[in-house]
């Protein structure tokens, strides 16, 4: 069987299983580091992700959050790139 990872879309940190993924906090969650849970990434593994704000393309989700996306809803460069589905 092919091996399956399951991202966080917030930190893009990758875990074996839903249930391990949810029960950690998020260093990068919305409301602050370690604030909330980490949220489960829903689309597929991709070779390249696209931001859902600026249509920019990253590598993996963990190198997208890493930066300030300049068309985020709360402002320009006010939160992280978010990955499309
Ligand atoms: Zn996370
Ligand atoms: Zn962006």
């Not at 949810?22 to 580091?33: I, L, N, R, V």
């Amino acid at each position: 069987m092919e091996r399956k990872y399951y991202y966080c879309e917030y930190c893009g940190k990758k875990f074996p299983d839903v249930r391990t993924l949810t029960s950690g906090t998020c260093a990068y969650h919305p409301d602050g580091s370690n604030k909330g849970p980490h949220k489960l990434y829903e689309g597929t593994e991709k070779s390249k992700y696209t931001c859902k704000y600026c249509g920019k393309q990253f590598p993996s989700i963990q190198v997208m959050v890493g930066g300030q996306c300049v068309n985020h809803p709360n402002g320009t460069n006010k939160g992280r790139h978010s990955p499309a589905l």
